[in-house]
């Protein structure tokens, strides 16, 4: 994640751009920057590495000006040095980015041909450059903006100035959150209301699609579509030294809406974008040697893993062994010479999987972690550790670390792919590409959110409820039923979808919904007939699919439409209905959704 701040102020914004700066921090440290208006004319200055760099900078060259917008990196295109620090300008406009433009690499073609000279390897620059472009045919900047956004493609967030409009800064999201500060006199931008809680504690909540022109005097917000729209002013609660809800009601569902953010920074960690590869840190082992990976976690990771295995298989040729960490070292597995093994978990403190990473690194495994905590003991006791770039997450049920733990689980598998011949380059290439469409889907399932509430008012009078998949939608069947129990508390469980008929198949009537995770794939058709055995039976069948819904030829209590992707990508995009049926249904139960009974973030005994 970056972050992002802007200031529309009564005095130099230099100061408090740095200090709102520091609150987001965690979100990116690869580079720091901040530009503003004087008088006809843009500055900045940027500074690489964190950002007391920048203040150093600063001190020795000040900058002036009462308009700015100021940016702390991670790096996604382009490596993390002082070009390629944000925010990014031409003559006319500057700009700091979050997130992933998709179709940069042909923006930036067309662009270069019509004389514009590009300075870094970023995406964000072929956004600087499209609005100057269209400001040079003539178009004010506002007009400039609505056009360019109907080009861009992909998930982000923007904060936008302009030489010679000391009284305009334009904000943009789509994908990645961004909230608007009201003061006296002074408006604010930020990525999260943290950042600007020194200066108010009236906020506004862009929502998905909207786009603001900001001046001092107030704020207008427009929708996708261009229509003027009014979002409600709310009293922020955050401090500079909490984490906040935002404009959501519950944590989880924070954390659910910032998956296109964190997926595209977890991804823009092993990926280089510009290139269409995977660029994977060295683990300290010939991957295209390696003959056996196990991978071991507990709960919610365990499932991450699980697609994992899949895909690994399917991609690397290389068979992989999987267990619940808590039974993996109890069973005394073997492990094979100059093996690899992989631990999933989001705390880094789990303490079964922690024992069993000792367990196989006294068996001689090279030992590799997919953590979200860089600092923790399993992070530490690892041989290479791989961070998932998703920020804190406070609900207990795990959203937002679960589909970051599939994105690095993703690129390890193209990495072993590529170092063993089993996948092209060409084939590495379209599957990047699609991985980078990731986060603009999730968004587009996010945005039809409504559409969950009815289903989960259905779903909160069952008793039970059963989960079909097939291949690696099984994983998500097991999620998704395992965050309906952890939140909701209805019993629910997961079933590969060939299995229906060894046992399951008894249970059903019509008391009990089905739901059926089927992605339009080779073995789509096999889970149709499985739906179909449901409906002859009673059963009550919520499809989430892609297939438009006369491919199943059964009825359907309610079908879930899902964009259409590449197959590789679908356990990504499948994790979130589930998350959001979980989500609304404990909501419409009225549990306590964040901290649900018996239920810890951490697990750190036996």
Not at 296 to 319: D, H, M, N
Not at 367 to 390: D, F, G, K, Y
Request: aromatic share 6%; glycine share 8%; hydrophobic share 40%.
């Amino acid at each position: 994640m970056c972050g992002i701040v802007g200031i529309l102020g009564k005095s130099s914004v230099a100061t408090d751009l740095v200090d709102a700066l520091r609150r987001l921090e965690y979100r990116g440290y690869d580079s720091a920057g901040i530009a503003t208006v004087e008088s006809d004319h843009l500055e900045r200055r940027r500074a690489e590495g964190k950002l007391k760099n920048l203040e150093k900078r600063l001190l020795s060259e000040p900058l002036a000006g009462r308009t700015g917008i100021g940016h702390t990196r991670w790096a996604t295109h382009g490596r993390p040095t002082e070009r390629n620090a944000h925010p990014h300008m031409t003559a006319e406009v500057s700009v700091v980015h979050n997130g992933i433009i998709e179709n940069f690499r042909e923006l930036r073609a067309d662009l270069e041909k019509k004389g514009h000279v590009f300075d870094t390897d970023t995406d964000t620059e072929a956004v600087v450059h499209l609005i100057s472009h269209h400001m040079q045919q003539g178009l004010s900047p506002v007009e400039a903006v609505r056009a360019a956004l109907g080009e861009l493609q992909g998930a982000f967030a923007l904060g936008i100035i302009f030489a010679g409009h000391d009284d305009l800064m334009i904000a943009a999201r789509q994908g990645s959150p961004l909230a608007i500060g009201h003061g006296s006199g002074e408006m604010y931008l930020g990525s999260d209301a943290i950042a600007l809680a020194p200066f108010t504690d009236s906020i506004t909540y862009l929502d998905e699609g909207d786009w603001a022109v900001m001046h001092r005097s107030g704020v207008e917000i427009y929708d996708r579509a261009g229509n003027r729209v009014d979002r409600p002013m709310v009293k922020s609660v955050a401090s500079s030294l909490l984490v906040d809800k935002g404009n959501h009601r519950h944590f989880m569902a924070k954390e659910i809406h910032e998956q296109p953010e964190v997926i595209s920074h977890t991804l823009a960690n092993y990926i280089d974008m510009a290139a269409g590869q995977v660029r994977f840190p060295d683990l300290g082992i010939d991957l295209a040697k390696v003959s056996r990976l196990t991978i071991s976690a507990c709960g919610t990771a365990y499932y991450a893993g699980l697609v994992g295995k899949y895909w690994i298989e399917q991609f690397a040729r290389v068979p992989v062994e999987i267990d619940i960490a808590s039974e993996l070292r109890y069973r005394e597995a073997p492990l094979p010479e100059g093996g690899l093994a992989v631990f999933v978990s989001q705390s880094g403190e789990t303490a079964d999987t922690l024992a069993t990473l000792r367990y196989c690194k006294a068996g001689g495994q090279r030992i590799a972690s997919i953590v979200n905590v860089r600092t923790s003991t399993i992070a530490r006791e690892s041989h290479a550790a791989l961070p998932t770039l998703a920020g804190p997450e406070i609900g207990v049920a795990s959203t937002k670390a679960f589909t970051c733990q599939l994105s690095v689980l993703a690129c390890l598998a193209l990495a072993l792919g590529r170092a063993r011949g089993t996948i092209s380059e060409a084939k590495e290439q379209e599957m990047v590409k699609a991985l980078m469409e990731v986060p603009r889907h999730i968004s587009s399932i996010i945005r039809n959110e409504q559409q969950f509430v009815a289903i989960a008012q259905e779903l909160s009078k069952a008793r039970d409820v059963l989960y079909l998949g097939r291949g690696t939608s099984y994983p998500i069947a097991l999620e998704g039923a395992l965050k309906l129990k952890e939140i909701s508390y209805i019993h629910a469980e997961g079933y590969a979808a060939g299995e229906l008929k060894h046992g399951p198949i008894a249970l059903i009537d019509e008391n009990v919904p089905v739901i059926v995770v089927a992605p339009e794939d080779a073995l789509f058709e096999k889970t149709v007939s499985n739906m179909q055995e449901v409906a002859a039976r009673g059963g009550k069948i919520i499809l989430i699919s892609d297939a438009p819904a006369d491919k199943v030829s059964c009825s359907l209590a309610a079908h879930i439409e899902m964009p259409t992707s590449v197959s590789f990508t679908t356990p990504l995009l499948y994790a979130v209905p589930t998350q959001l049926l979980a989500y609304h249904t404990a909501v419409v139960m009225g549990t306590d959704v964040d901290q649900p009974r018996n239920l810890a973030k951490s697990v750190t005994v036996e």
